[in-house]
C-alpha cells in the first residue's frame, strides 16, 4: 500500500519539473466500516476501501483537471499529462491561479479511533427503537459506518496540508404503512463523531418519524391562498441555500444574474437573518480545511441581521469580478437562533403549511420557485390539521427572506448544517381543486 505522503512527494517533483507550471492535487484514501440492518437483522458487515487523486494545472494561463481512483505514482504522472494536455485546448485567461504558499500543517478531527462494537450495539438498538416507538414506520433501508481517512493537499508554491479525520454516519431510507395506507420514501442522513446517546435523538430523526406516521391520512387543502410557512430545518437549508447559489454563489457572480450584485453592505433579509459558513464549527465533524484553490479555510458571514457581508466566491470569480474572496469553499451553513419557540411559532400560525421539502427545479435569476410541498402540515388558527397531500407553493427567495417574522430557539445539527425552523408569510398556497 502507497505511503500517502512519500507518493505526494513524487507528484510534487513531477510537476515542479514542468516548465512553467502552477497545480496543486490532493491524495486521499478511505476507509469505511458499513452495517447494514433490513428486517431488524444485521444482514452484512463489511469495510469499503476508496483510493482518490484530483489535479488541476495551469499553464500559460490555461486550465486542466484530471480525476483518478489510483494511488500508483505512473497512474498520477499520466493523469497529470492528461490535464496538461485538456489544458492546452482551452483559451487562455489570467485569471487561473492558486493560492500562495502555506506553512505546512497536520489537521486531526473527529473520531479517529472508532468502537466498533458501541456502534453495533447503537445501530441495532436504534433498529428497535424505531419499531417499538414507531410501528407504522417500514425501514426499506439502513445502515451506519465507521469513516476513516487521511487527506494530503499540496500545490506548487509550497502548502502542505495533511487531514486524518474519522466520524460515523448514519442513513436511513423509510415510508409510513399502516398496512392500509402508505407515505412516499423519506430519507435521513446524519454525520457524527460520538455514540454517548441512542441515534434516535441525533439530528431531527424521532421528530421525522412521528411527522412520517402522521401523514399516513392527509388531508386535502382545496383552495388557493396568500398565508404563512414555517420551514423545517432541513427545508430552510433548501431554501437558503438555493438563495445564496442564486444570488452570492461564482456562476450568478460571473454571469451578472445575481439579484445581489451590487447589494454587499446592503439589507437584503430580514434582521432577524444571519447566515454563517462555518467549517470549523465543532458540529462538524469532518470539515475542509483550506478552500479549493488552496487558501486557509476560515469561518465567515453571509448575512448579519439582513446586511449581505460577503458573496460565497472563490479566486477565480474574486479575479475575474473583482469582488471579494470568500474566506472557505463548503458552505457549512450556521443560521443563528432566534427568541420563539418552534411551539410557539406555530400557535401564532393564522393559515398556512409547516414545510418539509419543496420538490421543485432550480428558481430562476428572479428568484422566482414553484413547487410541490412534501412532508407537509397544514395549520389554521394555531392548530396542525394534518399531513397534506397535491400541494403548491409558489414563492420568491428574496421576498422570503425579506418576510421571515420568526426564528426559532431550537436548532438541528445533521452533521452538514446547523439550522433552525423558520416562519415567513406572503407565500402563496395552492391546493388542488
Request: net charge negative; proline share 3%; charged share 25%.
Amino acid at each position: 500500500m502507497a505511503n500517502l505522503l512519500e507518493l505526494s512527494k513524487q507528484t510534487y517533483d513531477y510537476l515542479m519539473g514542468k516548465e512553467g507550471l502552477k497545480a496543486d492535487f490532493t491524495l486521499a484514501r478511505t476507509e469505511e466500516n458499513e452495517v447494514t440492518v433490513k428486517d431488524g437483522k444485521m444482514t452484512m458487515i463489511r469495510t469499503l476501501y476508496n483510493d482518490a487523486v484530483s489535479i488541476r494545472v495551469i499553464q500559460n494561463q490555461k486550465q486542466g483537471t484530471a480525476s483518478i481512483n489510483s494511488l500508483v505514482i505512473q497512474d498520477i504522472k499520466e493523469a497529470i499529462d492528461s490535464a496538461l494536455a485538456s489544458a492546452e485546448s482551452t483559451d487562455a485567461d489570467p485569471c487561473y491561479d492558486i493560492a500562495p504558499g502555506l506553512k505546512p500543517e497536520k489537521f486531526e478531527m473527529g473520531a479517529l479511533e472508532p468502537d466498533m462494537d458501541k456502534l453495533l450495539s447503537r445501530t441495532m438498538e436504534l433498529s428497535e427503537m424505531i419499531a417499538q416507538r414507531h410501528p407504522k414506520i417500514k425501514l426499506m433501508e439502513m445502515y451506519t459506518k465507521y469513516v476513516r481517512g487521511t487527506n494530503i493537499y499540496r500545490n506548487t508554491n509550497g502548502t502542505q496540508d495533511e487531514k486524518e479525520f474519522g466520524y460515523y454516519e448514519l442513513f436511513l431510507e423509510y415510508a409510513g404503512n399502516d398496512g392500509v395506507n402508505s407515505t412516499g420514501f423519506q430519507y435521513n442522513g446524519v454525520d457524527f463523531d460520538s455514540l454517548e446517546k441512542p441515534l434516535i435523538e441525533l439530528s431531527s430523526l424521532e421528530k421525522d418519524l412521528t411527522d412520517t406516521e402522521n401523514s399516513l391520512n392527509p388531508i386535502s387543502v382545496t383552495e388557493k391562498f396568500e398565508g404563512e410557512i414555517i420551514l423545517t430545518p432541513s427545508c430552510a437549508s433548501q431554501m437558503l441555500e438555493m438563495t445564496i447559489m442564486n444570488a452570492a454563489g461564482d456562476q450568478a457572480i460571473l454571469g451578472q444574474t445575481s439579484m445581489w450584485i451590487d447589494k454587499v453592505g446592503q439589507k437584503v433579509a430580514s434582521d432577524k437573518l444571519t447566515i454563517a459558513s462555518n467549517p470549523w464549527d465543532p458540529h462538524f465533524p469532518n470539515h475542509e480545511v483550506h478552500t479549493g484553490d488552496g487558501f486557509r479555510s476560515e469561518d465567515y458571514t453571509l448575512i448579519e441581521k439582513g446586511v449581505l457581508k460577503s458573496f460565497a466566491t472563490n479566486l477565480y470569480t474574486s479575479k475575474k469580478c473583482g469582488v471579494a474572496r470568500a474566506a472557505n469553499s463548503s458552505l457549512a451553513m450556521v443560521v443563528e437562533a432566534g427568541d420563539v419557540s418552534l411551539d410557539d411559532m406555530i400557535k401564532g400560525m393564522k393559515k398556512g403549511l409547516i414545510v418539509g421539502s419543496v420538490s421543485c427545479g432550480m428558481p430562476g435569476a428572479n428568484g422566482e420557485l414553484s413547487g410541490v410541498a412534501k412532508n407537509s402540515f397544514y395549520v389554521e388558527n394555531g392548530e396542525v390539521k394534518g399531513a397534506v397531500i397535491e400541494t403548491m407553493i409558489s414563492l420568491n427567495l428574496f421576498d422570503l427572506c425579506n418576510n421571515i417574522k420568526a426564528i426559532s430557539k431550537e436548532r438541528v445539527c445533521d452533521g452538514f448544517m446547523v439550522m433552525p425552523s423558520i416562519l415567513a408569510d406572503h407565500v402563496t398556497i395552492s391546493g388542488k381543486a
